[in-house]
């Protein structure tokens, strides 16, 4: 079993950050949100950045499947399919010219972007005025572009749809299961091109997810436990906070 564990290579260290970001994408599909940019960049800096989104893509999905199993009933289909073919596009687009922006360019442009959509968001609550897909269909059609583009370029769309559900004013279990499904189909259309096109999942990388896959599991219980324990109300307020600290934290 030693044997085994370092054939990855990895130090103690690395070892424990390893596992602490693969809980923190557990806890994030089942509702903490914010902190799965920060799972990112850890494993971006384990493995590297390309390297790094072929191995966080399985345990993407393992989330995934835990968060819509828990919440299965919630999921508002409609809303989810509004953005879908956008986001599609966009991560069909990431295929083609993803690699000619440099890293420190579009981390400034998507924290723009994500600024801006938490600012609008922010004065949509207070107004009490409710964003409807439909009556605003250039918002959806950018979110689903840039938002799409961005997972798949660095699996860091969270903030970006996140703003997008929660203008739709959902519940709290509506929130997490229409979210949660969403990126359970992008990150499964993901996967062959992970595997044909960049090359980024292989033996190895599948054995590290089995390897982790446990931690999965705590992180999404955790969460699980947590969102239960906030209020509708003080969830939303949660969800934006988490969305502005994710959005900085881009910008270094």
Known sequence: MFEFLHSFNLDVWQWLLAIIAVAGIGANKTGIVGINLLSVA????????????????????????????HYRR????????????????????????????????????????????????????????RFHPKKHWYVTIFIGLI??????????????????FVSL???KNEYIATRAWFFFIINLIKIPLHLFVWET????????????????????VAG????????ER??????????LVSAIMLLF
């Not at 809303?79 to 596009?89: E, G, K, Q, R, S």
């Not at 003080?234 to 969305?243: C, H, N, P, S």
């Open 224 to 231: 699980i436990l947590i969102v239960r324990r906030i209020p």
């Open 201 to 220: 999942i292989n033996p190895t990388t599948l054995s590290f997810n089995l390897v982790l896959a446990p931690a999965i599991f705590l992180g999404a």
């Open 234 to 243: 003080g969830y939303k307020v949660f969800i934006l906070t988490a969305t």
């Open 74 to 129: 919630s999921v508002r289909w409609k809303h989810l399919f509004t953005i879908l073919f956008w986001a599609l596009l966009g991560v069909s687009a990431a295929l083609y010219v993803g690699e000619i922006i440099a890293d420190e360019y579009f981390r400034i442009i998507l924290a723009a972007v994500i600024f801006t959509l938490l600012a609008m968001t922010v004065l949509s609550e207070m107004s009490g005025k």
């Open 147 to 164: 938002g799409g583009f961005t997972s798949m370029i660095g699996n860091a769309a969270g903030p970006i749809f996140t703003l997008y």
């Open 169 to 171: 004013r959902h519940t």
């Open 42 to 69: 850890i494993l971006a800096a384990i493995f590297g950045g390309k390297a790094s989104t072929g191995v966080l893509m399985p345990f993407l999905i393992m989330a995934d499947i835990f968060a819509i199993s």
